[in-house]
C-alpha cells in the first residue's frame, strides 16, 4: 500500500507537493457520500493493522464545504449549522482504495478514516482455479465448477507490480 503522506514539521521539499494532492483531493469529495471512523492507533501506529469494518459509532453521511485553511480540516454534515474541523499533524492519501487517514494534532492515539461510501468491491472466490496465460497478455483464470472465467489484461507495469507483489 502506497500512502502519500503529508506530516507538520517535516521539511522534505515533497510534503508540499503532497500537501497540495491531499488538499485537491479533499476539496473533491464535495458533496460526496463519505463514511468517518475512528479509531485508536496501535502501538506501532501503522493504520493497516487496524479493524476498519463498521463499527456503531461510525458515520456515513454526504460531506459538505470539505476545505483546509493552514493545517486544519474543516466540514459539514448534512442538517448541521455549525461546521466541524480538525488541526492535523499527519494526514495520509491511499489514492488507490480512496481512503484518508487524518491523525488529529488534539489526540495522538486517533486516527480518522475517511473513505468513499459508494466504492464498494465486489468479491469473487474462485476455489482451485485453472490459471492459464493467453497472448502472453492476458492471465485467465478459470473455475470449472461454477462455469466462470476471469480474464486479466496485463502490461508491463501491471506484470512488474504483481511480480513485486508476489515477492513480498
Known amino acids: 500500500m502506497q500512502f502519500i503522506t503529508w506530516q507538520s514539521g517535516n521539511s522534505n521539499p515533497m510534503m508540499v507537493e503532497n500537501f497540495e494532492t491531499i488538499r ?3 476539496r473533491n469529495l464535495n458533496g460526496k457520500e463519505i463514511t468517518l ?9 501503522d493504520v493497516r493493522e487496524l479493524d476498519w469494518e463498521p463499527q456503531r459509532f461510525d458515520e456515513t453521511f454526504a460531506i459538505a464545504n470539505p476545505d483546509v485553511r493552514g493545517i486544519t480540516l474543516y466540514w459539514q454534515k448534512p442538517g448541521m449549522p455549525d461546521g466541524r474541523n480538525t488541526t492535523v ?4 492519501l491511499d489514492s488507490k482504495r480512496q481512503q484518508f487517514y487524518i ?3 488534539s489526540q495522538p492515539t486517533l486516527v480518522m478514516q475517511i473513505g468513499l461510501a459508494a466504492l464498494k468491491y465486489q468479491t469473487l472466490t474462485l476455489k482451485d482455479p485453472e490459471i492459464f496465460v493467453e497472448d502472453k497478455e492476458t492471465l485467465i483464470l478459470r473455475d470449472t465448477t461454477r462455469l466462470i472465467e476471469v480474464k486479466l489484461k496485463l502490461n508491463s507495469d501491471i506484470i512488474s507490480g504483481l511480480k513485486e507483489q508476489l515477492l513480498e
Open 89 to 92: 499533524r499527519q494526514l495520509q
Open 24 to 26: 485537491q483531493w479533499w
Open 37 to 45: 471512523r475512528q479509531r485508536i492507533l496501535s502501538e506501532n501506529g
Open 103 to 105: 491523525y488529529p494534532q
